[in-house]
């Protein structure tokens, strides 16, 4: 029977992550030589480190737990934009898509109608070109 720490190894080499030990370990808050060590059985997966992985990669917890269902769980639309809010919040200070989310969340009502009429305006036109 396929182990946490295999299922783990599973989940950072896959397709969809192809992580180093190095870029997993940072991303949920460990050294390298901590992921490594879980991966070959020599050290248990804390808790923490458990509900970590599921939070930041979207992992089951069944799958990671004992191997049922899929690695990765379905997203929603809101579940695709907090993940991706979330990975812009870990950018470098001052990075453009941190700027502008920055920019975004002093937005009133009022300058999301304006910028909603702006952008519809700018569709619409758009359309007329390609008629």
């Known amino acids: 029977m396929e182990t ?6 599973k989940l950072r080499t896959s397709d969809e992550l192809n992580l180093t030990l190095e870029k997993f370990g940072e991303r949920v808050g460990v050294t390298k030589t901590a992921i490594s060590k879980i991966e ?4 248990n997966t804390t808790d923490q ?11 089951n917890p069944e799958w990671l737990r004992n191997g049922t269902g899929d690695m990765f769980l379905e997203l929603d639309e809101d ?6 809010v979330g990975k812009v919040l870990k950018d470098k200070p001052k990075s453009f898509r941190k700027n ?3 920019v975004m969340s ?5 300058d999301w109608d304006w910028i909603e009429r702006q952008a519809n305006a700018i569709i619409a036109e758009s359309k007329k070109g390609h008629d």
Do not use: D, L
């Open 4 to 9: 946490i720490g295999e299922r783990i190894k």
């Open 40 to 43: 070959k059985n020599e050290r």
């Open 49 to 59: 480190m458990f509900k970590s992985i599921c939070r930041e990669f979207n992992v």
């Open 79 to 84: 579940g695709i934009i907090a993940g991706w």
């Open 100 to 102: 502008v989310i920055s």
């Open 106 to 110: 002093t937005w009133t009502e009022e």
